[in-house]
């Protein structure tokens, strides 16, 4: 038994240097992946600025001529750059906004007629006011209402206007959808927008029938994109039996008509999926929705938030909304549309130049939005074997703890990454992917404590340049995982946020975790007897109030490191308007934690590592660094030159800002033995 352990440990010693050089072999296989995915990015430049007309309408609504409020916001918004509107399906409420229809209820028909109220009956009337708007609106609403939910529908008239009876209470005819109103369709036209069609999924019953027809005549007038309204695709339903989204892809597929991936929202819209995507061949752009509730910032604001959404975070569609609102201050009902002209446009007053300038500058053209070509979709094979040089890695950073489970680990995990690859390639590749992020920030920090632990004591007037080459040396090793990262979710739905990097929380966490574990039990011995003494003594310690303190402390940063992590961190004013100095004078902001915290930390803790034993628990805060490089790269709709670009400043940034902390320390220090009760 013991010769067979001692053969193994020693074909484990000699595996680690083989598991490198697979290391080495996958970031060689992620190449040609990780260029397809750049190849993907810059498939497509168009951006298309869209303006919800809806919004127009119910603002008009307050306006004493409201049609020509429509014209006049209209001509305006397209001198602006706003290429294309978005109509809806309509409702009784919109076309009577539109006036195209007046609609009353019993009492308000009882009024008008000089009628007495009928008991029993509780209808909806209504009467056109245009020979148009009977010609065109008459078949669809009684398709609605007739035809699709079977309701009686009924001819009336009064002083010659032609109108019609609908056996539906108001409130409740008012919630039927209706195909979109052709007539606005038509004036959008002519004045040269294009249209973006919201359909809803609260055309029920569902019927493929109904949807087509309706398809083909929105096809009809060159519309090719659907930005589905509401919280779930056209045709989804709970019940997979009743579930249409498979005949709603191929509906869209046969008229070539695409559809937009909403950003920003709580929850993804229900039957959005990655089957979706696939059926509809990816005719997909991502969309970033300026709310209703934003259009009063400053236009500045607003122009940031547009430029942004496109360079940052390659988003193709700009959809504008806009609201009414009292302005008591100064006594009027406020659209805010000026707000969003000076926002693209720009004005000379505030120095601004406008978001669509700024967007054109950055090589970007306005015009019709185009799904990315997805490429790269043919080297899926190249996948399991970067499965199994990914699990070389990982294996790895196991063997920093415990190296005589390096051989185990890697072939186990290999086994489980392939197996998992056959049943489910996506999760297997999130979890594989989740694993590299989460062990190369980590093995890069613990080899660099190895490395200074051996040169300790060596330190002399070149430490900072020695501290900052093991710094340099570490985020290389980082980014290698990077590479890995990148190539293993190097799909489309990944670039469309369909699939997301998974377990973002926990890899701002387990390297901090595994780093503090490896310097408080693993780093001067591996020998268990030596770990174990080493937990005895951590665990039967001598708790002191400085202790206690110490302990709030961390778990006080520890906490404001996770409030301001991810999109929904929070940041404080300072931190904002320093983040909004560097994206305008740089064009890329680097991480904020990164260059002004974690980095050089790192630097203060290899140069302060190879003169004192305990500063090896500075590393635990300063793999913070590490990982955050990790996860710029995890955001995975962001062009991969603006996140290589943010890390580059970040480290270079953070060289000089480490400069600072060795000074304070070396001034500390120097005061401290000068001072100091001898």
């Given at each position: 038994m013991n010769g067979l352990l001692q053969r193994y440990l020693s074909v484990n010693d000699k595996a680690r240097k083989w598991l490198w050089w697979l290391v080495v072999l996958g970031l060689i296989v992620s190449l040609p992946l990780v260029y397809k995915r750049g190849e993907t990015e810059r498939s497509t430049k168009n951006v298309e600025i869209v303006f919800d007309y809806r919004d127009l309408l119910e603002a008009s609504a307050y306006r004493p001529n409201p049609e020509a409020y429509v014209q006049e916001k209209l001509k305006m918004l397209k001198d602006a750059g706003v290429g294309t509107m978005s109509v809806y399906e309509s409702s009784l409420e919109e076309l009577k906004n539109s006036r195209r229809i007046q609609v009353y209820t019993p009492q308000e028909y009882s009024l008008l007629t000089g009628k007495p109220l009928t008991p029993g009956e509780n209808y909806t009337y209504l009467l056109f006011t245009s020979t148009e708007s009977r010609d065109k609106l008459q078949p669809i609403i009684e398709k609605t209402y007739r035809d699709r939910l079977k309701a009686n529908v009924s001819s009336w008239s009064y002083n010659n206007r032609p109108g019609l009876i609908i056996n539906l209470p108001y409130e409740e005819a008012n919630t039927k959808p209706m195909e979109p109103d052709p007539i606005t369709m038509d004036m959008l036209q002519d004045q040269g927008f294009r249209l973006v069609a919201r359909l809803s999924n609260r055309m029920q019953p569902y019927t493929e029938e109904e949807l087509e027809g309706l398809l083909k005549k929105l096809s009809s007038r060159n519309i090719k994109r659907i930005v589905f309204d509401g919280n779930a695709v056209t045709g989804y339903d709970e019940d997979p039996a009743k579930n249409h989204v498979r005949e709603t892809a191929d509906l869209l597929k046969k008229y070539k008509m695409g559809t937009a991936v909403?950003?920003?929202?709580?929850?993804?819209?229900?039957?959005?999926?990655?089957?979706?995507?696939?059926?509809?061949?990816?005719?997909?752009?991502?969309?970033?929705?300026?709310?209703?509730?934003?259009?009063?910032?400053?236009?500045?604001?607003?122009?940031?938030?547009?430029?942004?959404?496109?360079?940052?975070?390659?988003?193709?569609?700009?959809?504008?909304?806009?609201?009414?609102?009292?302005?008591?201050?100064?006594?009027?009902v406020n659209d805010y549309l000026d707000n969003i002209v000076k926002s693209l446009t720009g004005s000379e007053e505030d120095g601004s130049e406008g978001a669509i300038s700024r967007i054109e500058r950055l090589g970007y053209d306005l015009g019709e939005a185009h799904a990315f070509v997805a490429y790269g979709e043919t080297l899926d094979w190249l996948k399991p074997i970067l499965l199994v040089a990914a699990t070389a890695l990982v294996a790895l950073a196991i063997g920093l703890f415990v190296p005589a489970l390096t051989t185990i680990a890697f072939v186990v995990g290999a086994v489980g990454a392939l197996g998992l690859y056959v049943l489910n390639s996506s999760i297997s590749l999130q979890a594989m992917a989740f694993f590299v992020g989460v062990c190369a920030p980590t093995l890069s920090t613990v080899l660099a404590i190895r490395y200074l632990r051996e040169r300790r004591g060596l330190a002399n007037g070149n430490g900072w340049v020695r501290a900052t080459a093991v710094f340099l040396g570490t985020s290389l090793l980082t980014v290698a995982g990077v590479v890995y990262v990148v190539a293993l979710l190097s799909g489309i739905s990944y670039y469309l946020v369909l699939e997301q990097f998974r377990g973002v929380a926990l890899l701002h966490l387990l390297p901090i975790a595994l780093v503090g574990v490896y310097a408080l039990l693993f780093a001067e011995s591996h020998k268990p007897a030596d770990i174990i003494a080493r937990l005895r003594s951590i665990l039967f310690a001598k708790i002191t109030v400085v202790w206690v303190v110490l302990a709030a402390v961390f778990g006080g940063v520890i906490y404001y490191y996770l409030t301001r992590t991810g999109n929904e961190g929070q940041a404080s004013q300072m931190e904002k308007l320093i983040r909004t100095y560097l994206e305008n004078g740089l064009g890329v902001r680097p991480r904020f934690k990164e260059f002004v915290f974690a980095h050089p930390l790192f630097i203060l803790a290899a140069y302060l590592f190879m003169r004192y034993k305990n500063a090896i628990y500075l590393f635990v805060g300063a793999v913070m660094g590490q990982l955050s490089i990790i996860d710029t790269f995890a955001h995975l709709h962001t062009p991969l030159y603006i996140s290589l670009i943010r890390i580059g400043l970040g480290i270079a940034f953070g060289i000089v800002i480490s400069l600072i902390y060795v000074a304070v320390w070396e001034l500390l220090a120097k005061g401290w033995r000068r001072w100091a009760p001898k």
């Open positions: 909403i950003d920003r929202l709580k929850a993804p819209q229900k039957g959005f999926t990655v089957s979706f995507a696939e059926r509809l061949e990816y005719n997909i752009v991502r969309l970033f929705p300026l709310y209703d509730t934003e259009v009063n910032l400053k236009p500045e604001l607003i122009e940031d938030k547009l430029v942004l959404a496109v360079k940052d975070r390659n988003l193709r569609m700009l959809f504008l909304n806009t609201k009414a609102a009292k302005d008591l201050d100064k006594g009027f």
